[in-house]
């Protein structure tokens, strides 16, 4: 079975802190998936990454950076945490760019407050 | 611009009766719909899909249709079962660009 896991279930943080999400997954998945989901406004892309090294933009990506040193993990960083970065953030990871219908799979989320 | 659309934001079914869950979309380059499940305090399981060339897919109780030309889609789930109460979200995507575009999503209640 696929397995995505992220550092924390709950996290909370003063504003301007500098945050990291860690996500890892364990299927040599190529593609992975940073969204923050809030009521009302669904899953939201942040940033996604196709490659070591490689990242790009999602739909929201202001306020947000991200790293992929390695292919199993896949790092969303807040530089300066604001309270409109309040969410539950979702980590997913799919098998491989080019293929239609590609499932993603999720992690349990990590659910952010930022004070 | 919300490309992907689910007008209801919740649904109550009794047990043993059709759950139909809606989905427009207004991208026309979307080449496949997923749909996923999601319960409390867990990452969302996706659940079915259906290609743009195709107009129905079936997995057990659940189905979905796609209505192209209304750029429409739906979820049916029969008969509806008390675990399938949880959020609902469709997604369409693009090419092969493994990315997807998610839906606000239905909570779906399914009562005794």
């Known amino acids: 079975d696929v397995k995505v896991t992220q550092s924390s279930r709950y996290l909370v943080k003063r504003t301007g802190e500098k945050v990291f999400l860690e996500c890892v997954q364990d299927?040599?998945?190529?593609?992975m998936f940073w969204y923050r989901q809030d009521p009302g406004l669904g899953l939201r892309l942040i940033y996604f990454?196709?490659?070591?090294?490689?990242?790009e933009k999602g739909d929201i990506p202001e306020g947000y950076s991200v790293s992929r040193e390695k292919k199993e993990r896949f790092s969303l960083i807040l530089e300066s945490a604001s309270t409109n970065q309040t969410s539950m953030y979702l980590c997913?990871?799919?098998?491989?760019?080019?293929?239609?219908?590609?499932?993603?799979?999720f992690g349990p989320g990590t659910r952010l407050t930022v004070l | 611009d919300q490309q992907v659309k689910q007008n209801s934001p919740s649904l109550s079914v009794q047990e043993g009766r059709i759950s139909i869950l809606n989905c427009d979309y207004t991208n026309s380059m979307f080449d496949y719909f997923l749909w996923y499940k999601k319960y409390p305090a867990e990452g969302p399981t996706f659940l079915i899909s259906?290609?743009?060339?195709?107009d129905k897919n079936e997995d057990g109780r659940f189905t979905v249709f796609l209505n192209k030309s209304a750029k429409h889609l739906s979820l049916h789930i029969v008969p509806s079962q008390p675990g399938d109460s949880a959020v609902y979200f469709c997604a369409g995507e693009t090419g092969t660009a493994s990315k997807l575009t998610f839906g606000t999503g239905t909570r779906l209640q399914v009562t005794l």
């Open positions: 997913a990871s799919s098998f491989q760019r080019g293929t239609l219908g590609n499932e993603q799979f």
């Open positions: 259906i290609s743009s060339i195709k």
């Open positions: 990454s196709y490659d070591v090294k490689m990242k």
């Open positions: 299927m040599d998945h190529e593609n």
